[in-house]
C-alpha cells in the first residue's frame, strides 16, 4: 500500500464547502448534491488485483474520511479526517440475480436517492458489484461537499494506475497529495497580491456590463429542483464533429471553448438575454476546474468554480470575429479563476442564504474512461449534484470522440414542448454554424 496518512487536525471549511453546509442547513431532509459514478469494467479482471487498487486509492483520499461537526459555543462548522469515516470497499455478489445488471442499477439508484446528513452520516460508499466472472461494476457516491467531478475521475484514473502495478505492470506512483496541503495553499493565496489581482479583475468585468446576475434564495422549499426534470441526449454525428475540430483549428481555440461559445450564442439569440440601457447581454455561467499550478491538480476534493461570461455579440460582427473575442475573454477570465464566485458574491453584497442562480450553464467534459490493464471500462454518472435553471453539458473523450450532448432544465420553468423546441433549436444552431461557411455571416443573420 503506498504510504499515505491522514492528517487528523482540526481544519476550517472552504468557502465552497460553506455554501454547500449552508445549502444542508436549511434542506437537511433533501439529497440536493450527491455525486455519483459507476465504471463498468468487463475483461480479464483479476479480483485481488482491483479490489486491493481500490482499497489504496480510498485510503489515499482523505477527503473521503472528513468528518464535520460544530464546536461547542460556536456556530460555523470545522472539519477534520476520521479515519473511521474512510468508506469500506464492499463486495456485492449479484451473479445469482435474474438481471444482475439492473439488480446494481436499483440499488445504485436507491442510495443516490436516499438523504444523506452531514453531520452524523459517512459522505461516501464504495461499492464493488460481481455481475459475473468477467464484470463488474465499481460505484463511487459522495456529498459534493467533499468532491467534485474531476475529483472522481482522478480517484478512478489512480485506482486504474494502482490496477497495473499490481498486475505487475508498471509502478505505482505518487499518492493523491493530501486536503491539508491545499488550504495551506489556498490560505496563501488569499492573502496574495494575486487575489488582490483577481479580485480587481472581477470588479471590473462586471461592471462593465451593467446587467444584473440572476440571485437565488436557498431557503426557497423547491430549491434543488423537481426530482424529476426534462432531459433531452443525443450522441453529436462523427461529420459534425470533424468540422467542429476543423473550425476550432481555424480560430486556433480548443474544441471545448469552441462549444462554450456556439451554445452561449445559440442561448443569446434563443433565451431570455437582458436589456439595460440599450444594452443586451446574457449571463452564462460556466463551470472552471481551479487545479492547473495547485496541488489540487492531483488531489481529489471539491475545487470547481463556477464563472459568469457576458454573452454579447455585436451584430454587425461575423460569426467568426466573435468567437475570437469570445475565446480571449475565456483565455482570460481563467488567468483569474482561482477567485471564487462565492467571495465575488460577498465582494457584490449577496446576504446569507442567497447564491447566484446558475443558469443558463453551459458544462463541457472532455475526460478519457480511465484504462484497466485488459479490460473494457465504460463510465457513467449517475449524479452531478445540483443544477438551476437550463443546463447544456457535452461529454465525451479528450479527442471529442462519442461526444454526447445533454440538456436538463427544471420544469417548473419550461413546459415539455418549448424544451422540445429548444433541444431540437440547438442542434440545428450547430449544424448550421459549425458550416465552414458560417464563420463570414454576421450574427445578426444567424438562423435568419
Not at 460553506?18 to 445549502?23: G, N, P, V
Not at 489515499?60 to 461547542?72: G, Q
Not at 438481471?99 to 461499492?127: C, E, F, G, I, R
Not at 496574495?192 to 446587467?211: C, G, Q, T
Request: charged fraction near 20%; aromatic fraction near 10%; glycine fraction near 6%.
Amino acid at each position: 500500500m503506498s504510504e499515505h496518512s491522514l492528517s487528523t487536525h482540526e481544519m476550517r471549511l472552504t468557502l465552497a464547502q460553506l455554501d454547500f453546509w449552508e445549502e444542508f442547513s436549511l434542506h437537511p431532509d433533501q439529497p440536493v448534491s450527491t455525486v455519483a459514478h459507476y465504471l463498468d469494467i468487463q475483461g480479464g479482471i483479476d479480483p485481488e488485483a482491483l479490489f486491493k487498487a481500490i482499497e489504496t486509492t480510498v485510503h489515499e483520499t482523505d477527503v473521503l474520511a472528513l468528518r464535520f461537526y460544530i464546536p461547542e459555543g460556536q456556530t460555523k462548522p470545522m472539519q477534520h479526517c476520521d479515519p473511521c469515516r474512510l468508506p469500506k470497499l464492499q463486495l456485492i455478489d449479484l451473479q445469482d440475480r435474474a438481471d444482475p445488471y439492473q439488480a446494481a442499477s436499483q440499488m445504485m439508484q436507491a442510495d443516490v436517492a436516499a438523504k444523506l446528513n452531514l453531520l452524523t452520516q459517512p459522505l461516501s460508499v464504495q461499492w464493488l458489484f460481481k455481475l459475473g466472472a468477467d464484470r463488474y461494476l465499481w460505484y463511487i457516491r459522495a456529498h459534493h461537499i467533499i468532491l467534485d467531478g474531476f475529483g472522481m475521475v482522478l480517484i478512478e484514473q489512480r485506482c486504474a494506475k494502482l490496477y497495473a502495478h499490481y498486475l505487475g505492470k508498471g509502478d505505482a506512483g505518487a499518492p493523491f497529495h493530501s486536503f491539508a496541503q491545499y488550504l495551506d495553499e489556498d490560505q496563501s493565496y488569499c492573502a496574495s497580491p494575486r487575489f488582490e489581482k483577481d479580485r480587481a479583475f472581477w470588479d471590473d468585468y462586471l461592471k462593465s456590463v451593467p446587467v444584473a446576475l440572476p440571485i437565488l434564495h436557498k431557503e426557497d422549499e423547491y430549491y434543488g429542483g423537481e426530482e424529476t426534470g426534462l432531459s433531452f441526449e443525443y450522441e453529436l454525428p462523427k461529420p459534425l464533429i470533424n468540422r467542429m475540430h476543423q473550425i476550432a483549428a481555424q480560430m486556433e481555440m480548443g474544441w471545448p471553448d469552441l462549444l462554450v461559445a456556439i451554445s452561449g450564442l445559440y442561448l443569446f439569440y434563443h433565451y431570455r438575454q437582458q436589456d439595460h440601457d440599450g444594452q443586451q447581454a446574457l449571463p452564462l455561467w460556466l463551470p472552471f476546474m481551479n487545479r492547473w499550478g495547485s496541488v489540487g491538480a492531483y488531489m481529489p476534493a471539491l475545487l470547481v468554480n463556477i464563472l459568469p461570461l457576458f454573452i454579447q455579440p455585436k451584430p454587425e460582427a461575423t460569426l467568426g470575429e466573435t468567437l475570437s473575442q469570445l475565446s480571449c475573454t475565456l483565455r482570460k477570465q481563467r488567468a483569474h479563476g482561482r477567485y471564487r464566485i462565492e467571495q465575488l458574491a460577498t465582494d457584490q453584497g449577496l446576504s446569507e442564504g442567497t447564491r447566484y442562480f446558475f443558469s443558463p450553464l453551459v458544462n463541457v467534459l472532455p475526460f478519457d474512461a480511465p484504462e484497466f490493464e485488459g479490460c473494457t471500462v465504460k463510465h457513467q454518472v449517475l449524479a452531478s449534484g445540483p443544477g438551476d435553471g437550463f443546463n447544456i453539458t457535452y461529454r465525451g473523450r479528450s479527442d471529442a470522440e462519442a461526444l454526447i450532448l445533454s440538456i436538463d432544465a427544471d420544469p417548473s420553468m419550461f413546459q415539455p414542448q418549448e424544451f422540445e423546441q429548444h433541444s431540437q433549436a440547438l442542434l440545428a444552431f450547430l449544424e448550421q454554424v459549425l458550416d465552414g461557411s458560417a464563420i463570414n455571416i454576421r450574427c445578426d443573420q444567424l438562423l435568419k
